[in-house]
């Protein structure tokens, strides 16, 4: 796992947000595409720059391991739990660590609810 690579997409995944700044406050999906294109007439590389859609596309394309990440940290964040997502993540880890995906889940399941816990208070607060 490249950790500096998830550490780009999350700074960059919601770029877009630029161009579309009402989707900082308001449900939309116009930054995600829009935030692609922007990091690349930056010089931003195709494989950063896709972290734009893959953050919220996850099911629609394919994904490696990082893309999986950002897109778990930016649920979590926001304090929303997504199963199918969080089990992709275990599932993938387990595998490259070669341990069991149940005990894996019992470890980072608190983990994952500590940080949603404080979703709710996390948006009021960047508003």
């Known amino acids: ?5 998830v550490r780009l997409g999350t700074a960059l995944h919601d770029a877009g947000k ?20 922007l990091l690349i007439e930056n010089g ?8 734009c859609l893959s953050h919220a596309r996850w099911q629609q394309i394919p994904c490696s391991l990082e893309e999986h990440l950002v897109a778990l940290a930016d649920q ?3 304090g ?7 089990l992709k993540v275990i599932d ?4 490259r660590l070669g341990q069991d995906r149940w005990k894996l ?7 994952f609810e500590s940080i949603a816990s404080k979703g709710t208070e996390r948006l009021i607060n960047s508003q």
Do not use: T
Not at 18 to 37: S, V
């Open 1 to 5: 796992m490249d950790s500096n690579l």
């Open 18 to 37: 630029r161009r579309y700044p009402n989707e900082l406050n308001e449900p939309g999906h116009q930054h995600e595409p829009a935030g692609e294109q």
């Open 44 to 51: 931003v590389q195709k494989k950063i720059a896709i972290f």
């Open 76 to 78: 979590l964040w926001k």
């Open 80 to 86: 929303k739990r997504i199963e199918e997502l969080e």
């Open 92 to 95: 993938e880890i387990a595998k």
């Open 105 to 111: 889940f019992l470890s980072l399941d608190d983990c």
